[in-house]
């Protein structure tokens, strides 16, 4: 079984710019939730989306944004991209919320540099 | 959310039994507690799950204590392919917002 897949793999930005990050769930996993890893901090939750609404939000500035469509894949979008975003960004699914930390499936992520 | 407290970075050695204990003196009556293993430019990856005294799986063992304000992870006979970052995580049995500390930095020498 394929696991939780995103693309692209890496990503190089100018500050300023936009940003669209992409995650496909588990096949018949419907929830999707969005990790900023800083290197050499652990991940920090960003977003949770379950049939296409937002379940859950981290400490984030509105520059970040999600979204999730009828398939269950979801995209994370940043604007006017700084430095410090600068992270790899993780994806995670689980078939529904409230599964808890032992059901979450975390993707490969995408490895985002500002430059 | 009970804050974990673990070691920043462990070192050993191929074949040796590898334990990484987590402190969480506030956790809470319904709080699981998780482990979760993550390689370099990986996403991390779920090790093993539980409430208290002593649970094992294929992977690694969870040792308990009785007042719960402690854990420790062990890893029977640890291999090069070990190597990586360790967190110990806190949290409602439904809660899968993940609160990830700095994690534990395993580094297994030959």
């Known amino acids: 079984d394929a696991g939780v897949t995103q693309s692209p793999t890496h990503l190089i930005k100018t500050r300023g710019q936009h940003v669209t990050l992409r995650c496909s769930p588990i096949s018949g996993h419907k929830s999707v939730s969005w990790y900023q890893q800083v290197l050499g901090q652990g991940p920090q939750f960003i977003f949770q989306y379950y049939e296409k609404e937002e379940r859950g939000r981290g400490n984030f500035p509105d520059r970040f944004s999600a979204r999730q469509f009828p398939n269950y894949s979801s995209e994370l979008n940043v604007n006017a991209l700084l430095l410090g975003d600068s992270a790899l960004y993780l994806c995670a699914s689980s078939y529904r919320p409230g599964q808890g930390a032992d059901e979450q499936y975390f993707g490969p992520g995408t490895r985002l540099t500002v430059t | 959310l009970a804050k974990t407290t673990q070691p920043i970075s462990m070192d050993s050695y191929e074949g040796q039994e590898v334990n990484i204990t987590c402190s969480h003196n506030?956790?809470?009556?319904?709080?699981?507690i998780t482990w979760y293993q993550q390689f370099p430019s990986q996403g991390p990856r779920f090790i093993i799950q539980g409430y208290k005294t002593k649970v094992t799986n294929e992977v690694a063992s969870l040792f308990i204590p009785a007042d719960r304000k402690s854990s420790t992870l062990s890893l029977p006979r640890v291999s090069l392919s070990d190597t990586a970052v360790y967190y110990c995580l806190v949290g409602d049995m439904g809660d899968d917002k993940i609160i990830f500390g700095k994690g534990t930095r395993l580094h297994i020498l030959p």
């Open positions: 506030n956790i809470a009556t319904n709080d699981y």
